[in-house]
């Protein structure tokens, strides 16, 4: 046994024995590799590693007043002693004698009268296995850290590609400044006040950031048209939202990323696109950003007009019910709209 099983440290065993030339045989049998604490009852022995501490306890089985079992249960009670392995020494080995010291949690058991190698065996094959399991454990540990930074550093990487790529999306209208990021904040207040818990509401706010994606596939002209645009210009438009499903669909590690980018557009009622979804069939998330994406149209400026009050606003929303907007959502916009006395929830650019 060298210092190397133990971490660079030598480990600390504990006998308790009521018999004098046991306690000396353990002394020797471990004085190169161990210190070695002896004391001659079970009472004692709990006195001192209430104190102290110890990698393994060598407790015989038969001592008058508290015996090896007594103490066994005291140790394996108490939360700071329960993980200590514990030796049982005995000279009338039996089944029953070893089924019910196992049961009570002995690690091994050690016969008497002792042979000092197989004693310094078994002592150690426990201590390797117990610091081998305490090694894993920390082990686990660090590399269980290691991989939350990393997860953390990808997920911030996640974050900062998507914050651009939304930048880059709405840069191509002068007058959609900020757009998919603020559509981004209010799908996740709403996604909040449905009572979704966080995972679920970063998830709406990724969707409702990437939720234009597909723009980058539509000309710069048609995006930026101060005119009614023809019919294979609106179908153009419209085309934004396969296109960013299809680009977003590739994403295998957020599968459902691509669901607001297609049907952001769908109608409650049937009458949306693409693909004339209608209530429920709607995915859930993208019925939160169409109400989002709605809102934040209508309070931010275009080429053609100002950003429209907050009462005209409000009353869109509510006349959209059950028609443009699923009705849970769109009562959740409209509770965030009267709670914002001041109009902050808008563009100010």
């Known amino acids: 046994m060298t210092d190397s099983l133990y971490g660079g440290r030598t480990p600390h065993l504990l006998a ?18 161990a210190e070695v604490t002896t004391v001659k009852s079970g009472p004692e022995g709990l006195a001192w590693i209430a104190e102290h501490d110890a990698d393994l306890v060598m407790l015989d089985f038969r001592m ?42 002995a690690t091994d058991f ?24 305490e090694h894993l454990e920390h082990e686990v540990k660090r590399q ?30 002068n007058y959609t400044h900020g757009h998919s990021e603020r559509v981004a904040d209010y ?6 006040r449905a009572g979704d818990d966080e995972e679920a509401q970063k998830r709406i706010y990724y969707m409702g950031l990437l939720h234009d994606i597909g723009k980058i596939g539509v000309a710069g002209t048609i995006i930026t048209k101060t005119s009614r645009l023809d019919d294979d210009e609106y179908q153009s438009i419209q085309a934004h939202t396969i296109i960013g499903s299809e680009i977003l ?71 959209g019910k059950g028609t443009q907007f699923d009705p849970k959502f769109a009562d959740l916009m409209l509770q965030l709209i009267d709670e914002d006395k001041d109009y902050i929830m808008r563009d100010e650019s």
């Open 144 to 173: 269980t850290a290691l991989a939350e930074k990393r997860l953390e550093n990808s997920r911030e990487l996640f974050r900062e590609m998507a914050i651009a790529l939304a930048k880059t999306i709405d840069a191509k209208d």
């Open 16 to 33: 308790i024995d009521d018999d004098d030339i046991n306690l000396l045989m353990i002394s020797r049998a471990f004085k190169n590799e």
């Open 110 to 133: 050690v016969r008497k009268p002792f042979i000092p190698e197989v004693m310094r065996q078994r002592v150690r094959r426990v201590l390797r296995y117990e610091y081998l399991q």
């Open 187 to 192: 799908a996740k207040l709403i996604s909040k």
């Open 64 to 105: 008058p007043g508290m015996d090896g079992i007594d103490v066994l249960r005291v140790l394996k009670k108490d939360q700071r002693t329960a993980e200590i392995p514990v030796i049982m020494l005995t000279g009338d080995i039996s089944v029953e004698l070893e089924s019910k010291g196992f049961i009570e949690g």
């Open 249 to 319: 669909r590739n994403i295998s590690q957020f599968p459902d990323l691509s669901v607001g980018a297609r049907s952001h557009h769908e109608r409650y009622d049937g009458k949306g696109y693409p693909d004339h979804l209608a209530g429920d069939a709607i995915p859930r998330p993208a019925r939160i950003i169409a109400v989002a994406d709605t809102y934040d149209a209508m309070t931010s400026s275009r080429s053609y007009r100002k950003g429209l009050p907050q009462d005209v606003v409000r009353a869109e929303i509510e006349k």
